[in-house]
C-alpha cells in the first residue's frame, strides 16, 4: 500500500511516499531554519505562509522521486494535531485536496505517534510492545506502546518540552536557533560537573512527570549574573553539565518504566533523541539492564513526513480514517 504523506506542524514542511508503513521511497523536507533564525524561534505566521508556498513543488518533487505517478497513490496520510495551528492547518487542507482528487482515503496522524513511527522505518523488526521516550521541541513524553494505534501516556512535562529547554538556554548562551545541536556540540569540549544544575523533580501525578522549566531558568540566572558581575562563564561546562542533567532525568524514569511493565524493547524519538549524551547514556543503561535500545537515525529523529506515512499505515490498518470534515488541532490526547 503506498501512502503520500504530509507534515507541516512546525518548521519543516515535509512529503514523503511510504510503501506498507516500513518502506520509504521519497522523504523531501523544506527546513525554514533561515527564515526563523534572525527572531530567535519559530514566527508561526511566517512558518503557515512559507509551508503554503512550498507543499505543492515537494509534492510533485516526492512522487517524482518515489518513481511512481498520482494515480499508484492509495491513501493520503498527514499530520493533524498538534502543532502550530496555522502550519498544521495548510498540511491538513492540501491532503484534504489531494485525497479528494486522487479518490483515495484520507489518514490523519498524531504528530507524536509519527515520531514513534519513525522507528519502525528505521528498524524493520521492531514491534510493539515497547516503551517510547518522544522529545521534540515541543512534547516530552513517556509513552507505553502497547499495539501500534494502542498506546498511552506513562509520564509527561508538566512545562517545557526538553527541547524547549534546549532551545531557550542556547539562546541565552548566543548559540542560536534551534539550539539543541550547538549545545550537543559545545558540550563535547566541556566539563559535564562544571555546575550543579538542579533535577526538578513534580509532586503527585505519575512518577514519570517532569519538568524542565527550572533547569532552563537555572541556566538562564546562571547567564545573567556572568553578564551583571563580569565574572567569566564556563560555556562548554556549562553545555556538558545541562546534556547531563536533561538525560539523567529522562534515561532513569525510561529504564524504569521498561522494568516495571517487563518490557524488552525501549525507543527514543523526536529531534531531542539526536542528542549524543542522551544517546550515549540510553546505550550504556540498557546494556546495564539488559534491554534492547531503538533510535532512529538522525534524519528521521527530527520532524519528516516518512514517519507520517509509516503511522498512517498502521492508522488505517485500524480503521482510522477521516472525511473532508477534517479538522486542524493546536492540541490533541495521544
Ligand atoms: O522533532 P523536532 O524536529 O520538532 C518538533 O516536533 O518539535 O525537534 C526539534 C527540537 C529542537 O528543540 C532542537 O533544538 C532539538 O530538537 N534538537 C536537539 C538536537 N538536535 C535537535 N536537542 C538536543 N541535542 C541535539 N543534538
Not at 153 to 178: M, N
Not at 225 to 249: F, I, W, Y
Not at 321 to 332: E, I, Q, R
Request: charged share 20%; glycine share 10%; aromatic share 6%.
Amino acid at each position: 500500500m503506498l501512502i503520500l504523506s504530509f507534515e507541516s506542524s512546525c518548521d519543516e514542511t515535509a512529503v514523503a511516499v511510504v510503501e506498507d508503513g516500513r518502506r520509504v521511497l521519497a522523504d523531501e523536507i523544506f527546513s525554514q531554519v533561515a527564515l526563523h533564525e534572525i527572531y530567535g524561534g519559530v514566527v508561526p505566521e511566517i512558518a503557515a505562509r512559507s509551508h503554503l508556498e512550498v507543499i505543492s513543488l515537494l509534492a510533485d518533487r516526492a512522487l517524482e522521486k518515489a518513481g511512481v505517478t498520482r494515480r499508484d497513490i492509495d491513501a493520503v496520510a498527514c499530520t493533524y494535531a498538534p502543532g502550530l495551528i496555522g502550519a498544521v492547518l495548510v498540511g491538513v487542507n492540501f491532503a484534504k485536496s489531494a485525497a479528494l482528487a486522487l479518490g483515495v482515503p484520507l489518514i490523519p496522524v498524531h504528530h507524536v505517534r509519527g515520531h514513534i513511527a519513525a522507528n519502525y522505518l528505521a528498524y524493520p523488526e521492531l514491534e510493539p510492545p515497547f516503551v517510547c521516550l518522544a522529545i521534540s521541541g515541543g512534547n516530552t513524553m513517556l509513552v507505553d506502546v502497547r499495539g501500534y494505534t494502542d498506546m498511552s501516556i506513562l509520564g509527561q512535562t508538566r512545562d517545557d518540552a526538553a527541547g524547549e529547554c534546549f532551545d531557550k538556554s542556547a539562546r541565552v548562551l548566543g548559540l542560536g536557533y534551534p539550539g539543541g545541536k550547538p549545545i550537543d556540540d559545545l558540550s563535547k569540549r566541556g566539563d559535564d560537573r562544571a555546575y550543579d544544575l538542579p533535577r526538578p523533580t513534580v509532586n503527585g501525578g505519575s512518577p514519570y512527570d517532569m519538568s524542565f522549566s527550572g533547569l532552563k531558568t537555572a541556566v538562564v540566572n546562571l547567564a545573567h549574573h556572568a553578564e551583571q558581575t563580569g565574572e567569566p562563564l564556563d560555556k562548554p561546562g556549562l553545555a556538558a553539565s545541562l546534556c547531563r542533567a536533561v538525560s539523567e532525568m529522562l534515561v532513569g524514569r525510561t529504564m524504569d518504566a521498561a522494568a516495571r511493565l517487563g518490557y524488552e524493547n525501549i525507543a527514543v524519538a523526536g529531534g531531542v533523541a539526536a542528542n549524543s549524551r542522551i544517546r550515549a547514556d540510553f546505550e550504556a543503561a540498557c546494556q546495564k539492564a539488559g534491554k534492547t535500545l531503538f533510535v532512529p537515525p538522525l534524519r528521521l529523529c527530527g520532524d519528516n513526513a516518512a514517519m507520517i506515512g509509516a503511522q498512517g499505515y498502521y492508522e488505517y490498518l485500524a480503521g482510522h480514517t477521516a472525511g473532508s470534515d477534517l479538522n486542524a488541532y493546536a492540541t490533541m490526547e495521544l
